[in-house]
């Protein structure tokens, strides 16, 4: 392996590593550790002062948590040998105020799965023991399984999005990206939506020209999917979609009833909905967005929003040019 490779490999560690040779002058710095230590020191003595005061008293193996600009930060000290000679020194950097954040944003979201997936059960075994006891009038018993049926095709509608945000959360997706044709697959998309907006009297208009980025086809087909999909949801009725895509640039704009500002900011959360009631009886899981913002990041894309209450939204995507 080369130091390329290395270097590449320790920027996608969630800690910091810090290594320094024997005369105190930094050998490498990874990007964690930089953010972290708020700068590139070129010498131990540039280290922010608990940093140093921290290597001050302590033992090769130690470990100590400091506060570092405000935030929660565990040093280890290891000292480097080669060929049974010390080399130099490392210090690995993690932040506890990550951690932690991650670790309370995992229990919200099991919290958040395990109510979600309650409500439409409840109603499902309902009016199942309803049927099963008699109580159910013979009139009754069609509307019944009706609504057993589409509770189940919600459960089954946020199981396969959850699904897929875990997939996302698991793996990169350098290794299957491909030149792919926003254009193109921003069309087979309109397609497969076609008779969902005329459903609702909404049309949907694809405008542009062929543009080639580097991405993930199936993932970048569920960003567009999921953004025509609300545009649709969230309409009037006889309104448009419109969906361009121009430079490396994908837009979809909307007639809908937009998006109040205070709850803009929120909007790409997991489950986090305007209107509850309307995004459940329109099918929504409230992961969509959260899914896009997901599939944008891993693409390197800029997500923008701009909506305004009762005139519509516009989402638009933005490619890097490298993508
Ligand atoms: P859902 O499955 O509820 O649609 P999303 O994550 O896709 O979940 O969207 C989150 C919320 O953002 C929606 O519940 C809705 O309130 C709002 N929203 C999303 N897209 C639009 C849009 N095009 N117009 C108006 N509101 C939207």
Redesign the pocket.
């Known amino acids: 392996m080369n130091e390329t490779m290395l270097a590449a490999i320790l920027d996608t560690m969630e800690d910091g590593v810090a290594v320094f040779d024997l005369e105190g002058t930094v050998l490498f710095l990874n990007a964690v550790a930089s953010t972290l230590l708020r700068k590139k020191p070129r010498r131990i003595h540039d280290l922010p002062e608990p940093v140093l005061t921290f290597f001050g008293g302590v033992r090769s193996g130690g470990s100590e948590t400091v506060r570092l600009f405000g935030r929660a930060v565990r040093l280890t000290y290891q000292d480097l040998y080669e060929n049974g000679l010390r080399t130099g020194a490392v210090l690995l950097l993690s932040d506890l105020g990550e951690q932690e954040r991650a670790e309370r944003m995992r229990r919200e979201f099991t919290a958040n799965v395990s109510h979600e997936l309650k409500t439409p059960l409840t109603s499902i075994s309902g009016y199942a023991e309803m049927i099963e006891n008699g109580m159910a009038k013979e009139a009754d018993i069609r509307r019944f399984a009706e609504r057993i049926r589409r509770e189940s095709n919600r459960m089954l509608s946020l199981v396969s999005?959850i699904i897929k945000l875990s997939e996302l959360d698991e793996r990169g997706i350098r290794a299957q990206a491909e030149p792919v044709d926003l254009y193109r697959l921003a069309e087979e998309t309109v397609e497969t939506l076609k008779s969902a907006a005329m459903v609702r009297g909404v049309t949907v208009q694809l405008s542009g020209e062929s543009v080639t980025v580097l991405g993930v086809r199936a993932l970048l087909s569920e960003l567009i999917y999921?953004?025509v999909?609300?545009?649709i949801?969230?309409?009037r009725d006889n309104g448009t979609v419109l969906v361009r895509v121009a430079g490396r640039t994908l837009s979809?704009r909307?007639t809908?009833?937009?998006?109040p500002k205070h709850?803009q900011s929120r909007?790409?959360e997991?489950?986090?909905?305007?209107?509850?009631s309307?995004?459940?009886a329109?099918?929504?899981?409230?992961?969509?967005?959260?899914?896009?913002k997901h599939i944008s990041q891993q693409h390197n894309a800029e997500l923008t929003l701009k909506?305004s209450e009762g005139i519509?939204?516009e989402?638009t995507v933005t490619f890097p040019k490298e993508a």
């Open positions: 999005d999921n953004l999909d609300n545009a949801r969230y309409n979809v909307d809908g009833i937009g998006i709850h909007i790409f997991r489950f986090y909905r305007v209107d509850k309307r995004s459940k329109t099918g929504g899981t409230g992961l969509g967005l959260a899914i896009v909506s519509g939204t989402i």
